[in-house]
């Protein structure tokens, strides 16, 4: 009879385990991942608000994803946007190869390509290509503001990189369709940590000051339909892994394969409802609330024989700054589990674990390959 399994997990303080149950994937229900409708969110009446963010404390105290519909992202700049990706990644390689991300970028910015990353060292390689991109203040939906009058203190912390947008230009409106669906999630997140502090029993504002110049990072993924030889080997499209920032933002195409790993230990799919978003909790979210909120375990497996898009937009703090746990959820009897930390070291502490161990892993695969010397007998 199989046997629960211990999943090993990356983490910035090292690694943690889950328990994963010995069951086969099944979706999700209605409770377990819920739809959330925004529209009151736009309400000028508090009381509509508050709904919302009720509703977003229970799944986040759940399973901590959940699907929002009524957004006020427009369908039309999320097609045109998909569109851009496929154009982008069905290019031939010496192409994407101009923006290189471990060649050119300092910050995690641009093109990696199939197999160059590992987010799970309980599981394969990522079958997976992706474009990233950081935030930039002229860039800004909200607020566009020349990078010279952004304050030193968080100047310094913005990740943003020219290059992959020079390296892309021979695409017609590239950069144009990208940004109007990044900005689109920017201004909805900027709204959205509204909601999550009122669910808090925070002020609504609570945060407004510290997402000026936040981490937005867009990411747009390509799984390719896995070979013969990958479905054999269980190979992933992208490992078991939680995110870093205050919450994400995901649209999915219809394809599918996105898998959470549920409080019991069951992994569930979260298959695409159309016209919505997925959102999930991050692990700085996690440690502002003192481990309220769930960054839940997820994965995804393309299982069709389809090209899979999926357009994940991470949003958390200004990177400068440092935060404990908040106020409303500590107690005398539940004190603060966590130290104060700038959300721009908790995320880079993990992007330099895991560039250093995929690197780690890659030398270990040459040491144990056969050897082409001719040696002398």
């Known amino acids: 009879m ?25 979706d999700c229900t209605a409770d377990e991942v819920p739809v959330i409708d925004l529209a009151p969110m736009f309400s000028k009446e508090l009381s509509d608000r508050k709904r919302v963010a009720a509703s977003i404390k229970s799944a986040a105290t759940n399973n901590g994803f959940f699907y929002i519909k009524n957004h006020g992202i427009p369908e039309e700049t999320i097609a045109r946007c998909k569109k851009q990706v496929l154009n982008f990644m069905r290019q031939p390689q010496e192409k994407k190869d101009l923006i290189a991300s471990r060649t050119y970028s300092k910050y995690y910015n641009g093109y990696l390509g199939n197999r160059q990353s ?10 997976r290509e992706s474009f990233s991109f950081r935030y930039t203040s002229e860039l800004d ?27 892309t230009a021979h695409l017609p409106d590239f950069k144009k369709d990208c940004l109007a669906y990044w900005g689109g999630c920017l201004t ?20 407004d000051d510290k997402v000026t110049y936040p981490g937005a990072d867009g990411v747009f993924n390509y799984y390719p339909p896995r070979s013969a030889e990958e479905v054999q080997s269980n190979f992933v499209s992208l490992g078991s892994h939680t995110d ?10 219809s394809v599918g394969g996105l898998q959470i790993l549920s409080k019991e230990g069951q992994w569930i799919r979260a298959p695409p409802i159309e016209g919505t978003l997925v ?6 979210m996690m440690r502002l609330c003192n481990d309220i909120y769930k960054s839940t375990v997820h994965r995804v497996t393309n299982e069709s024989n389809l090209e899979r898009v999926s ?11 440092v935060e404990g746990v908040v ?3 500590t107690s005398e009897s539940n004190p603060a589990k966590y130290q104060p930390i700038s959300c721009g070291d908790w995320c880079q502490m993990r992007f330099k674990m895991e560039r250093e161990d995929f690197f780690k892993s890659e030398e270990a695969k040459k040491t144990l390959a056969p050897s082409a010397t001719v040696v002398a007998m």
């Open 188 to 207: 909805l997140a900027r709204r959205l940590v509204r909601m999550f502090a009122l669910s808090l029993d925070l002020e609504e504002d609570y945060w």
């Open 2 to 26: 199989a046997e629960v399994t211990k999943l090993e997990l990356r983490t910035a303080l090292g690694p943690v385990y889950r328990d994963v149950l010995p069951h086969p994937p099944r």
């Open 327 to 329: 106020p409303s959820c």
């Open 279 to 284: 959102v999930n909790i991050g692990d700085f």
């Open 141 to 167: 939906p909200d607020h566009p503001t020349d990078i010279s009058e952004v304050p030193e203190e968080v100047r310094r912390w913005i990740r943003g990189e020219e290059f992959v947008w020079k390296g």
């Open 244 to 253: 870093l920032q205050l919450f994400t933002l995901l649209w999915q195409d």
């Open 311 to 321: 357009m994940p937009f991470f949003f958390g703090l200004n990177f400068n700054c």
């Open 118 to 127: 590992r987010i799970s060292r309980n599981e394969s390689v990522d079958i």
